[in-house]
Each structure stands twice: as C-alpha cells, then as structure tokens.
C-alpha cells in the first residue's frame, strides 16, 4: 500500500466491532462526511514493545 500523505482521505476498510452485547462490523465510509475520525495505530497491551 502506498504512504497517506498528511491531510489525506484515509482509504476505506471495514472491520468486525462490538458495542456492549451488540456485535457488527464497522465501515469508515460510513462517517465520511458526517463526523471526524482519529485512526490510532499502537501494539497491542501484552506485547514487549
């Protein structure tokens, strides 16, 4: 995948998600437009990094 240069439109995916009992899938075009998003990338908790 080619480097996102600050300021772009981040590329659209879909991932599983759950809210509370509630299980779905998430799409980030879904929001576009409507709301602003943050995409945080970190190692998971239990990782030695």
């Known amino acids: 995948m080619p480097d996102i240069a600050v300021g772009a439109d981040a590329p659209d995916f879909e991932l599983p998600c759950a809210t509370g009992e509630e299980k779905g899938t998430f799409k980030l075009s879904s929001l576009r437009g409507q709301k602003n998003v943050v ?11």
């Open 39 to 49: 995409l945080a990338f970190y190692a998971l908790n239990w990782t030695p990094t």
